[in-house]
């Protein structure tokens, strides 16, 4: 069992920055692939950045590459999402999630990650 949670949400003007970090207890750390997911009002959960157990493969979604950048830090037990260059679409409540993997491959669908933090609202407004 894996226990995440998310804070450094909050309120931020278009184009400023912002660092998420998810917390995680419980198991080895290093033993799960990490991601980032968000929900906007009205909208599913999607995926937004993923990382694989070592820090060596990361993977974004579109609309986010070269404005977010995921990383971990093992010993820390946590992963984070810095958020540049933010946009009012990227307004959501964001939430990491975890997978038990120890592969080199990113995994970005939702309903393989087992573990999901309680989330940490974003909000940037224009």
């Known amino acids: 069992q894996v226990q995440l949670v998310e804070s450094g949400g909050g309120l931020v003007q278009a184009g400023g920055s912002l660092r998420l970090s998810c917390a995680a207890s419980?198991?080895?750390?290093?033993?799960?692939?990490m991601g980032w997911f968000r929900q906007a009002p009205g909208k599913e959960r999607e995926f937004v950045a993923a990382?694989?157990?070592?820090?060596?493969?990361?993977y974004y979604l579109d609309s986010v590459k070269g404005r977010f950048t995921i990383s971990r830090d093992n010993a820390k037990k946590t992963v984070y999402l810095q958020m540049n260059t933010l946009k009012p679409e990227d307004t959501a409540v964001y939430y990491c999630?975890?997978?038990?993997?120890?592969?080199?491959?990113?995994?970005?669908?939702?309903?393989?990650?087992?573990?999901w933090g309680q989330g940490t609202q974003v909000t940037v407004s224009s």
């Open positions: 419980g198991r080895t750390f290093s033993n799960y692939a």
């Open positions: 999630a975890a997978r038990r993997s120890t592969s080199s491959i990113v995994v970005i669908t939702i309903k393989d990650y087992a573990y």
């Open positions: 990382i694989n157990w070592s820090g060596g493969s990361t």
